[in-house]
């Protein structure tokens, strides 16, 4: 009998299964870059212009989204926000939707702690809408 990960996925539409293995794909491509590559130099290379029209973008952001949680949560290794953050907005700015990758720090009880997440047209994609009043994101947004 399937789980209901695996029944959750059967439902899905086509389109989100793709989405879900592109992220699949992605995701650990992303893991090994961020490593390897580091951040700033991943963030120029992979910037590019975004071209989509408006009209299309609310649905790619909640799909793009959606696969990108699900990837992270059933791979077999562990992923941080950074991680799924910089893969949702790769998977965007692929599919030519204007996104920033932001990156933010608070002060935890026993160290800074530091949070990243997406952002389109200011409004955060892959988190609540406070997550500015909870970590003080860095002035410059990477595009």
Known sequence: MAGPPLRAFLAASPGDRLQYFRAV???????????????????????????????????LLRSRHRAVERAGRYLPWKTTCLDRSFTLWWLLRRDGVPATLRIGVRRGETAVEAHAWVEHDGHAINDSPDVTERYAPFDAPLR
């Open 25 to 59: 794909l992605t995701l650990p491509l992303a893991q090994l870059a961020l490593r390897s590559v580091g951040y700033p130099r991943l963030v120029r290379r992979l910037g590019g212009s975004p071209r989509k029209p408006a009209g299309e973008i609310t649905g």
